[in-house]
């Protein structure tokens, strides 16, 4: 016990010191964090209205951040499962880094939740017991899985964490368990998001069952180029040295599942227009806009581009083997796919509604804030996660005070 | 369209040309008088309670406008149960929270009804498409009867019936060089449909010197209270529901504003409450149902109930009372001898979107 509590102090002490820069960037997110609290408050006093969505088009840019965000979580696998399933040894050593990247991620998720309701603090009417909870919903179990996964990424990341911290040996009878349930539960929360959305006949564009494997694709591209991004910042900026074998691993991981996510992106686009009835409205809209209405051709366009862009790069040896020119292709597929699953895909599903209106989307600057708050948020937590985890991995918090870490 | 045309002076007069069934129990004496009083005065002083209360809203969470009693009654309401959940003796405690609650609010005595499915009841409901002439009555008796928002803004103003004006197509020689479809596709040559049934949003509020236009047919679409209804299965915390007598409801009280529901409708019958419902004192109507239509809150989920507060009465629902070509009828459709049943029995009828087997309890028909 009080081991545990010396843990949550040094940990504590440890994150909260820091140079200019990290001051400089905690102090930025926090800005962006004050302003979500604003636009927050605004959409529980003022309601919705505040915001771009309609009863015709009721999910708009929250819901969208809300799905790419189980992608990137769901990403995380991409390091478990080569370290505890392959054995990859330089992966290995960073598990505990993509642990942490997903339960900011899976936090993102939560507050994109508590943005997107009409009534948050209605919200303890989904909890067992106290209110309803209802395993008829896909939502139901949507939040069954998220908060599963939070909770396994919390247990294996910070008992692991721990052991370091103290010392000890990982009890593996414990640990490996969790271990190869989460890496399992990764696939199911993605799984059940994409369930979410294509289990809507109501909504042709969303209703097929490629779907799932469509966001997990995504999400294993998407995923590991955030954490790819990550690492290459963690090794220029901290003492903390991520192997190129688990990055050269990540970029072969992204480079395959981008490429099947084309190829479906490509399948879908030859079966709706081939035949092009009402249902490929849509997936129409998207790519070329209807009744005059383009708001997002461009950015349906824009995200192919950086697709096949990205794709392309990550197939020349010069650029992925290259750390310096390896971001550039990560960026441009983080960007592509976020546009591609996010408002790309949650938006035309409303485009016609069911009963043939076509309308627009217009994200409010309150969205946007928003948006901006609760990705600040979680790069806020990540920060501080990360910090922590270097930290206990490079031996500089350790159980014994600074007399025994600075040994 | 126009605010002061007052929609339900229109079918006082008319039943008795058109609507010949409607029974005398079904009568709008007791209301429509609310919609009388559209003095000058009266409309700027609501403009002016209006943006005070907006204003105040900010820092007013603390400084409850009615006192402790009012404080007392949302906090309660908060946390209240499930209405399905609720004992009988707490669903009474809710009705008279409500009352208290609505009559000082709107000024005038509103009766909050609670009254449960009657056995042997199933409702359903007709519709002759051949007979609307697209006059959207319905849509106005609509939504003065249930209490919809109607303010300015797009978001504050909800309709629960839609009313689709669908463009007669047409074949003729000018247009062999204009090939259908439009843009892709082999051109067959001649012009038939422009896509039926696909139409911008404007077209939903189409305003012509005279019903019904040479050119146009209609749709009058609602809430299909399907028997095996997408919206339900999908609610999280079980808050809308079918009733043993046929609609779907609301308990407004216990939406969460997922709008997980208005996904999954293949009808968009489902309309959000983006903000406090924009609801004039002198235009409320005072009698209403629990699961119907009481005035909503900001956030909430709400749709067509079939106008509990009248059908469980006795009475029709307003849409139907009002259509001035009987082209509404609505009934019991386990008595065989309900004009739904003997319209099921005798007419062409179809349903919409019935691949989607969602079984909707509202059919379309023509003679």
């Not at chain 1, 294993?220 to 003492?239: M, Q, S, V, Y």
């Not at chain 1, 794709?311 to 020119?325: E, G, H, Y």
Request: positive net charge; glycine residues 8%; contains cysteine.
């Amino acid at each position: 016990m009080q081991q545990l509590t010396r843990f949550a102090a040094d940990y504590v002490s440890y994150v909260l010191k820091g140079g200019t820069k990290f001051y400089a960037w905690m102090a930025c997110l926090a800005a962006l964090i004050i302003g979500m609290m604003y636009v927050f408050y605004l959409q529980n006093t003022d309601g919705l209205i505040v915001t771009g969505m309609t009863s015709q088009i009721h999910d708009g840019l929250y819901f969208a951040n809300l799905v790419f965000l189980v992608g990137v979580a769901a990403g995380a696998v991409t390091i478990v499962f080569p370290a505890y399933v392959y054995h990859h040894e330089g992966m290995h050593k960073v598990t505990v880094l993509g642990e942490m990247l997903a339960i900011s991620a899976v936090i993102m998720v939560t507050m994109f939740v508590f943005a997107h309701m009409g009534r948050p603090d209605r919200l303890w009417h989904m909890m067992p017991i106290i209110g309803i909870y209802s395993l008829n919903a896909m939502l139901g179990w949507d939040v069954l899985v998220l908060m599963g996964y939070l909770l396994l990424n919390a247990i294996c990341g910070f008992y692991y964490l721990w052991t370091k911290y103290t010392g000890r040996e990982v009890n593996k009878k414990f640990f490996m368990p969790l271990v190869y349930i989460s890496i399992v539960w990764a696939l199911s929360i993605h799984t059940v998001t994409a369930f979410l959305i294509s289990t809507m006949p109501a909504r042709p564009m969303w209703f097929h069952s490629m779907m799932p494997i469509r966001f997990i694709t995504t999400a294993f591209a998407a995923g590991p180029c955030l954490i790819i991004l990550a690492f290459l910042i963690i090794r220029n900026n901290t003492k903390m040295w991520v192997e190129d074998s688990a990055i050269k691993l990540l970029t072969t991981i992204i480079t395959w599942c981008l490429g099947i996510a084309l190829f479906l992106t490509m399948s879908e686009i030859v079966v709706e227009f081939y035949a092009r009835t009402e249902h490929a409205n849509g997936l129409y809209y998207l790519m070329f806009g209807l009744h005059g209405l383009t708001r997002l051709v461009p950015w349906f366009w824009g995200a192919l581009i950086l697709m096949v862009g990205a794709f392309a790069l990550f197939l020349m040896p010069s650029v992925r083997n290259n750390m310096k020119l390896l971001p550039i292709p990560c960026v441009m597929a983080f960007c592509g796919i976020w546009i591609e699953k996010g408002m790309g895909l949650v938006v035309p599903g409303f485009i016609p509604s069911p009963i043939g209106e076509v309308t627009e989307y217009y994200p409010t600057f309150v969205e946007v804030l928003m948006t901006l708050g609760i990705w600040a948020f979680g790069f806020f937590i990540l920060t501080i996660l990360l910090k922590g985890a270097i930290g206990i991995l490079q031996g500089e918090i350790k159980y014994g005070g600074a007399a025994a870490a600075a040994k | 369209m126009n605010a002061n045309e007052t929609p339900p002076a229109n079918p006082a007069k008319e039943p008795s040309s058109e609507c010949l069934a409607p029974p005398a129990s079904a009568d709008p004496a007791a209301y429509p008088a609310a919609s009388a009083p559209t003095t000058s005065r009266r409309s700027f002083l609501k403009a002016g309670g209006m943006l005070s209360l907006s204003s105040l809203m900010g820092a007013g969470a603390l400084m409850t406008q009615s006192g402790e009693a009012h404080a007392a009654a949302e906090w309660a309401e908060h946390f209240q149960k499930n209405y399905r959940l609720m004992t009988a003796e707490e669903k009474d405690e809710a009705r008279k929270r409500l009352e208290r609650r609505y009559s000082r609010e709107y000024e005038k005595p509103v009766t909050v009804d609670i009254t449960g499915p009657q056995p042997g009841v199933l409702m359903g409901y007709a519709l002759n498409v051949r007979k609307c002439i697209g006059c959207r009555r319905c849509v106005k008796a609509c939504v003065a009867e249930n209490n919809q928002s109607r303010g300015e803004r797009p978001g504050e103003r909800i309709e629960w019936i839609q009313v689709l004006r669908m463009e007669r197509g047409e074949f003729s020689q000018d247009k062999m060089d204009h090939g259908y479809p439009e843009g892709l596709g082999i051109q067959v040559g001649g012009n038939a449909y422009t896509p039926a049934g696909q139409v911008l949003e404007g077209q939903y509020h189409y305003a012509p010197e005279a019903v019904p236009e040479k050119d146009a047919t209609y749709m009058p679409i609602a809430c299909m209270q399907c028997e095996k209804p997408p919206c339900v299965k999908v609610c999280p915390v079980r808050t809308t529901y079918r009733e043993a007598d046929g609609p779907v409801v609301i308990d407004y009280n216990w939406c969460i504003g997922c709008r997980m529901c208005m996904g999954a409708c293949p009808y968009w019958a489902r309309r959000i409450n983006l903000t406090t419902p924009v609801l004039p004192k002198a235009e409320m109507n005072p009698v209403t149902h629990y699961l119907g239509n009481r005035p909503r809150m900001r956030g909430v989920v709400e749709k067509c109930h079939w106008c509990l507060q009248r059908t469980r009465q006795g009475r029709y629902p307003a849409c139907v009372e009002v259509c001035p070509v009987g082209a509404r009828k609505f009934g019991n459709l386990l008595d065989p001898n309900s004009e739904v049943s003997l319209i099921l029995a005798r007419k062409n009828v179809f349903r919409l979107k019935a691949e989607l087997n969602t079984f909707p309890k509202f059919f379309y028909f023509y003679d």
